[in-house]
């Protein structure tokens, strides 16, 4: 792969070209562009001594925290790939997608001492690891290569509940990230940029922590949207002028600021993603703080922004807005025919953004990818002006507070339980998530369960937003 197109090399460049520039802001301090590549430097050598080697991928479980940047470039310098995972997910989900992937090793966030353990009976590497780039020892083991191209893998449960693991390249992200601080308003070189959003998503990982590098935004970076005094209290301090959102997250915002919480004058812009903006809400946010919301639209699949509203003088409530100038957009029927404007119908993209298919699963990428274009498995309708409303999934897919759930992965869970002769998934409205699921249980003749045991035993076993809120036997 050419220089030029390769993510750390973009990121160098900057970082020798300013190294006195605010990169990001950690736990009341800001780090120059000069310490983020010191610690990019120094977790390169401790990845080469540990025996980290050109296509190799190097996973980790951690809250957004500098560490997660610092061991990407750091990976990338050295030729591999970083799959940052949930540290959420249950173990058993956890196994499935590492033995999918095959890291060369593994690093935990502190606390995860029951996942190293079971990483250690697998064989996998792993190592304790803290928030600020510094690494640990680790000796790592010798993996089947696969290309330099690779930047980042995001992990996903499949419709059948296997691993869907989502590579994306250096040119891939490039593309997506150089689309959005190019084409949306606000994205502007020196604007200060909340990274609040999981790292372990595709929009929270390149829309906030990777744009933000490789075009000299300073981010802040919080490891979490909750506890929401921590949230307004960095916006304050940093003068946040681009906040990266999930739709679920605004009324919430808005809760706090009537309740008197100050939300500084320095908030000019939100751009939304994973789920679908209520245009109340749009409203609201725009009488309330005085803010532009630009919704937009995407898949890990596109890396991930496919469309967004651009600015506030063009932008049509009810839409993500246009599709952004590297794609190619169709609209098709289940038959694959291309419809014209105002027709409902399947979106296909098509573009640099688009990944070329999923990890060593031929089998899916033929599912969803043909001649280059690839399947969102999205519902939708274009108008004359080439604005995209989404108007449902394809699938059954749930979206809670801009999550994928997918039923039939709870499902499994679920009838595993003792006494379970079938069970039902579907996703419920919630005023707070958007979406919640509800499972509907068939139990044995004679046997008893009660739904508290079943909606435990699924903490036990899946991320807590893939938990069932409701049974029904």
């Given at each position: 792969?050419?220089?030029?197109?390769?993510?750390?090399?973009?990121?160098?460049?900057?970082?020798?070209?300013?190294?006195?520039?605010?990169?990001?802001?950690?736990?009341?301090?800001?780090?120059?562009?000069?310490?983020?590549?010191?610690?990019?430097?120094?977790?390169?050598?401790?990845?080469?001594?540990?025996?980290?080697?050109?296509?190799?991928r190097?996973?980790?479980?951690?809250?957004?925290?500098?560490?997660v940047?610092?061991?990407?470039?750091?990976?990338?310098?050295?030729?591999?790939?970083?799959?940052?995972?949930?540290?959420?997910?249950?173990?058993?989900?956890?196994?499935?997608?590492?033995?999918?992937?095959?890291?060369?090793?593994?690093?935990?966030?502190?606390?995860?001492?029951?996942?190293?353990?079971?990483?250690?009976?697998?064989?996998?590497?792993?190592?304790?690891?803290?928030?600020?780039?510094?690494?640990p020892?680790?000796?790592?083991?010798?993996?089947?290569?696969?290309?330099g191209n690779?930047?980042?893998?995001?992990?996903?449960?499949?419709?059948?509940?296997?691993?869907?693991?989502?590579?994306?390249?250096?040119?891939?992200?490039?593309?997506?990230?150089?689309?959005?601080?190019?084409?949306?308003?606000?994205f502007?070189?020196?604007?200060?940029?909340?990274?609040?959003?999981?790292?372990?998503?595709?929009?929270?990982?390149?829309?906030?922590?990777?744009?933000s590098?490789?075009?000299?935004?300073?981010?802040?970076?919080?490891?979490?949207?909750?506890?929401?005094?921590?949230?307004?209290?960095?916006?304050?301090?940093?003068?946040?002028?681009?906040?990266?959102?999930?739709?679920?997250?605004?009324?919430?915002?808005?809760?706090?600021?009537a309740?008197?919480?100050?939300?500084?004058?320095s908030?000019?812009?939100?751009?939304?993603?994973?789920?679908?903006?209520?245009?109340?809400?749009?409203?609201?946010?725009?009488?309330?703080?005085?803010?532009?919301?630009?919704?937009?639209?995407?898949?890990?699949e596109?890396?991930?922004?496919?469309?967004?509203?651009?600015?506030?003088?063009?932008?049509?409530i009810?839409?993500?807005?246009?599709?952004?100038?590297?794609?190619?957009?169709?609209?098709?029927?289940?038959?694959?025919?291309?419809?014209?404007?105002?027709?409902?119908?399947?979106?296909?993209?098509?573009?640099?953004?688009?990944f070329?298919?999923?990890?060593?699963?031929?089998?899916?990428?033929?599912?969803?990818?043909?001649?280059?274009?690839?399947?969102?498995?999205?519902?939708?309708?274009?108008?004359?002006?080439?604005?995209?409303?989404?108007?449902?999934?394809?699938?059954?897919?749930?979206?809670?507070?801009?999550?994928?759930?997918?039923?039939?992965?709870?499902e499994?869970?679920?009838?595993?339980?003792?006494?379970?002769?079938m069970?039902?998934?579907?996703?419920?409205?919630?005023?707070?998530?958007?979406?919640?699921?509800?499972?509907?249980?068939?139990?044995?003749?004679?046997?008893?369960i009660?739904?508290?045991?079943?909606?435990?035993?699924?903490?036990?076993?899946?991320?807590?937003y893939?938990?069932?809120?409701?049974?029904?036997?």
């Open positions: 792969m050419r220089d030029q197109e390769r993510l750390e090399a973009w990121i160098e460049r900057r970082n020798d070209a300013c190294p006195e520039e605010r990169c990001l802001w950690w736990n009341g301090d800001w780090w120059s562009r000069k310490t983020f590549s010191e610690k990019v430097e120094a977790a390169a050598r401790s990845l080469e001594k540990g025996g980290f080697r050109p296509g190799a190097l996973a980790c479980f951690l809250p957004n925290c500098p560490t940047l610092v061991l990407s470039v750091a990976a990338w310098k050295l030729g591999g790939t970083i799959v940052p995972l949930n540290m959420k997910a249950g173990t058993p989900s956890i196994l499935k997608i590492l033995r999918h992937v095959e890291p060369a090793g593994v690093f935990l966030f502190q606390g995860m001492e029951s996942l190293g353990e079971a990483l250690a009976e697998e064989g996998i590497p792993a190592a304790a690891i803290g928030c600020e780039g510094e690494l020892p680790l000796r790592l083991r010798e993996v089947t290569p696969e290309s690779l930047a980042v893998i995001f992990a996903t449960s499949g419709t059948t509940g296997d691993p869907k693991a989502v590579p994306l390249t250096h040119a891939n992200l490039l593309d997506n990230a150089r689309c959005v601080h190019e084409n949306i308003e606000g502007e070189t020196g604007r200060v940029l909340m990274n609040v959003l999981p790292n372990f998503h595709a929009f929270g990982y390149t829309i906030c922590g990777l744009l590098l490789l075009f000299g935004l300073p981010q802040v970076i919080l490891p979490s949207f909750i506890p929401l005094k921590s949230f307004f209290e960095a916006l304050r301090a940093t003068r946040t002028e681009i906040l990266i959102a999930v739709p679920t997250m605004l009324p919430f915002i808005l809760g706090a600021v309740k008197g919480e100050e939300c500084p004058d908030l000019k812009y939100i751009l939304t993603g994973g789920g679908r903006l209520d245009p109340t809400l749009d409203t609201r946010v725009r009488e309330n703080l005085g803010v532009v919301v630009f919704e937009g639209y995407g898949l890990t596109t890396s991930p922004d496919v469309a967004a509203n651009r600015n506030f003088a063009t932008k049509k009810g839409t993500v807005g246009p599709a952004l100038p590297s794609f190619e957009i169709q609209v098709r029927d289940e038959s694959g025919n291309v419809l014209g404007p105002n027709r409902e119908g399947l979106l296909w993209v098509r573009g640099p953004s688009v070329s298919g999923y990890f060593r699963s031929p089998e899916m990428t033929a599912e969803r990818i043909v001649d280059g274009w690839f399947n969102t498995g999205d519902i939708v309708r274009v108008d004359d002006d080439g604005y995209i409303e989404i108007l449902d999934r394809a699938s059954d897919l749930i979206i809670v507070g801009g999550f994928n759930v997918y039923p039939q992965e709870i499994t869970i679920l009838n595993q339980v003792p006494g379970v002769v069970s039902a998934v579907i996703g419920i409205p919630n005023a707070v998530s958007g979406e919640v699921p509800k499972a509907f249980v068939i139990l044995k003749e004679g046997v008893e009660t739904a508290q045991s079943l909606i435990a035993y699924s903490k036990e076993h899946l991320a807590h893939k938990v069932p809120r409701k049974v029904e036997f």
